[in-house]
């Protein structure tokens, strides 16, 4: 089983304010790896899949990218709405998918 | 618009069963293959089960294998999760969740989630 380890675990950033969220897998999983936003008392939302593509409708403040195994979801100019729970999840080796624990985004 | 309603958690014995049901509209449901993914309180998010568009194959996680049995009725538009010999572990928010098939599957759409509590 792929285990995907986030960092940090929690990230404070004042709003306007770039922030760089980092996902690492055990072994490789090519650029099989999606992002997804969780809000408080809301389902999971798909930002990223293919490790660099927004999702319909996403804003193009999100971007994903990839280095080997090292995954890092960028927010260039955080808003409001923005503070939420990110969670990486692997789709290369499965079943099982496996997310990772997730990175909440704080107002600083 | 692409809409998933999940049904039929509740409050439930130790050893217990309980079905649960997503209801799926605005998409051609049996073109996508299918989720179930939980998530304890507080905690992060765990996938359970997938099955495909025509319901030939099906998948488990380990924690729930030979205890959870993964459906669909692809004329009701409809997924079903049938959970037997409950947990307390269990506890947690279920979600039903769409598959995006581009190079591998990813999560596009979810439902809001349905609360299953496990509990004497």
């Known amino acids: 089983e792929i285990v995907m380890t986030q960092s940090p675990a929690t990230l404070s950033v004042s709003p306007g304010e770039r922030a760089t969220l980092s996902c690492r897998a055990s072994q490789s999983v090519s650029s099989h790896l999606a992002w997804y936003q969780q809000k408080p008392g809301q389902a999971p939302r798909l930002l990223i899949y293919g490790a660099s593509t927004r999702a319909t409708g996403i804003p193009a403040r999100f971007s994903g990218s990839r280095s080997g195994t090292d995954f890092t979801l960028t927010i260039s100019s955080l808003q409001s709405e923005d503070f939420a729970v990110y969670y990486c999840?692997?789709?290369?080796?499965?079943?099982?998918?496996?997310f990772g624990g997730g990175t909440k985004v704080e107002i600083k | 618009e692409v809409q998933l309603v999940e049904s039929g958690g509740g409050l439930v014995q130790p050893g217990g069963s309980l079905r649960l049901s997503c209801a799926a509209s605005?998409?051609?449901?049996?073109?996508?293959?299918m989720n179930w993914v939980r998530q304890a309180p507080g905690k992060g998010l765990e996938w359970l089960s997938y099955?495909?568009?025509?319901?030939?194959?099906?998948y488990y996680a380990d924690s729930v294998k030979g205890r959870f049995t993964i459906s669909r009725d692809n004329a009701r538009n409809s997924l079903f999760l049938q959970m037997n010999s409950l947990r307390a572990e269990d506890t947690a928010v279920y979600y039903c969740?769409?598959?995006?098939?581009?190079?591998?599957?990813?999560?596009?759409?979810w439902g809001q989630g349905t609360l299953v509590t496990v509990s004497s």
């Open positions: 099955i495909t568009g025509r319901g030939s194959a099906i």
């Open positions: 605005g998409f051609t449901f049996s073109d996508h293959e």
């Open positions: 969740a769409r598959v995006l098939w581009f190079g591998g599957p990813s999560f596009d759409f």
């Open positions: 999840q692997q789709y290369n080796n499965w079943p099982p998918f496996t």
